[in-house]
C-alpha cells in the first residue's frame, strides 16, 4: 500500500528557533499534500493544502510567514515552523493524495510531535 | 460550517465484545463520511467511507450505515479483537467544506484479551 514518512518522528527546540518537518511519499507521486496540526484530545486541523510546484493555500488563522510549506516535488512536502515559541508545540501530521483517488481519501504520515522549550 | 461529533473515550472492551463508537454530523449538502483509524506509532488510515444516504461502508468487521435521517453514521463491530486497539476517527468531506475532511476528535479504543 501506499506509504507516507514523516521526519523527524519527535523534535525539542528552543524558542526563537525553527524546525523542519519532511513528509515523503514513499512509493507514489502525490498530486497533493496536506499539513495537520493536533492538539490533545482534540480532532485533526488542517493549516494547510500544497500542490507540487505551486504555492501552499492556508487555512484561515494559519500564519503563512510563521508556517512554511514547501512541495519542491511530487514526493516531498516540507514544513518549517520559523521563530518558534511554546505555543507551537504539537502534533504534526501530513497527508498525500494519490490522483484518482476519490474525495477525502488520503494517506497520512505517522506524525511528528514538536515540543518548544 | 461543517463539524463532526464522536463519543468521547476512552473506550474499554474484552475481547469479543460488540463496539459502537457514535458518530454525529453537520455538512452543507450531501457530504461523503469516513472512518480512519489509527493505530499505535503509526498514520491515519483509511478503515471505511459511504458516499450517499444508506451506503454501508465495511472493512475488517467493522460496519457504518450513512443515516441521512439521523445524520449519523456510527462505527460498529460484532466481535473485537486486542488488535483493534487504536484510535478511531470519524470524517467528512463535502462541498461546503471546499472539500477538504472535516474530523471528529477520535475514539481511544483499548481492547483488553
Known amino acids: 500500500g501506499a506509504v507516507v514518512s514523516q521526519h523527524p518522528s519527535w523534535v525539542i527546540c528552543k524558542s526563537g528557533t525553527s524546525v523542519k518537518i519532511e513528509c515523503r511519499s514513499l512509493?507514489?507521486?502525490?498530486?497533493?499534500m496536506f499539513w495537520y496540526r493536533q492538539f490533545p484530545k482534540q480532532s485533526l486541523m488542517l493549516m494547510a493544502t500544497s500542490n507540487e510546484g505551486s504555492k501552499a493555500t492556508y487555512e484561515q488563522g494559519v500564519e503563512k510567514d510563521k508556517f512554511l510549506i514547501n512541495h519542491a516535488s511530487l514526493t516531498l512536502s516540507t514544513l518549517t515552523v520559523t521563530s518558534a515559541h511554546p505555543e507551537d508545540s504539537s502534533f504534526y501530521i501530513c497527508s498525500a493524495r494519490l490522483q484518482g483517488l476519490g474525495l477525502g481519501e488520503q494517506y497520512f504520515g505517522p506524525g511528528t510531535r514538536l515540543t518548544v522549550t | 460550517g461543517d463539524s463532526v461529533t464522536q463519543m468521547e473515550g476512552p473506550v474499554t472492551l474484552s475481547e469479543e465484545a460488540f463496539l459502537t463508537i457514535n458518530c454525529t454530523y453537520t455538512a452543507t449538502g450531501y457530504p461523503s463520511l469516513f472512518w480512519y483509524v489509527q493505530y499505535p506509532g503509526e498514520g491515519l488510515q483509511l478503515l471505511l467511507k459511504a458516499t450517499k444516504a444508506d451506503d454501508k461502508g465495511s472493512n475488517k468487521g467493522f460496519e457504518a450505515t450513512y443515516r441521512k435521517e439521523t445524520t449519523s453514521f456510527h462505527l460498529e463491530k460484532g466481535s473485537v479483537q486486542v488488535s483493534d486497539s487504536a484510535v478511531y476517527f470519524c470524517a467528512l468531506v463535502s462541498g461546503g467544506s471546499n472539500y477538504k475532511l472535516t474530523f471528529g476528535k477520535g475514539t481511544l479504543l483499548t481492547v483488553n484479551p
Open positions: 512509493d507514489f507521486q502525490a498530486t497533493t
